[in-house]
């Protein structure tokens, strides 16, 4: 499985980014997908998932109302939309494929494919 996350890049605080990951190797449409963070200097942490369907989406509370992940499975292709985002969202974002047999994972212990993370940086 290969992960191929893009659509990092500097934006003022407030602004807003859209993330992609586009996936190539076992069934896409047949697993969760997240987004998980990691700050400088922090544990990567929880951001967003969806189901392997996209009926079902879970979000941090940090990001729940500012962030909306969503995948299009004709595509193999998983997205992060970022709306009015803060200084404390920069961070390397990375896209991961869940697990088999899990509906869908908050931990990075549940996800067994990384992409190789893309860069946001917030200004405030």
């Known amino acids: 499985v290969q992960l191929q996350a893009s659509g990092g890049g500097l934006v003022q605080a407030g602004g807003s980014l859209r993330l992609s990951c586009a996936a190539s190797?076992?069934?896409?449409?047949?697993?969760?997908m997240g987004w998980f963070r990691q700050a400088p200097g922090k544990e990567r942490e929880f951001v967003a998932a969806i189901s392997w369907s996209g009926s079902s989406t879970y979000y941090a509370d940090s990001v729940n109302g500012r962030f909306t992940i969503s995948r299009d499975n004709a595509k193999n292709t998983v997205y992060l939309e970022m709306n009015s985002l803060k200084p404390e969202d920069t961070a390397v974002y990375y896209c991961?494929?869940?697990?088999?047999?899990?509906?869908?994972?908050?931990?990075?212990?549940?996800?067994?494919?990384w992409g190789q993370g893309t860069l946001v940086t917030v200004s405030s």
């Open positions: 991961a494929q869940v697990r088999k047999g899990l509906y869908y994972g908050d931990s990075p212990d549940d996800y067994d494919y």
């Open positions: 190797g076992r069934t896409f449409s047949s697993y969760a």
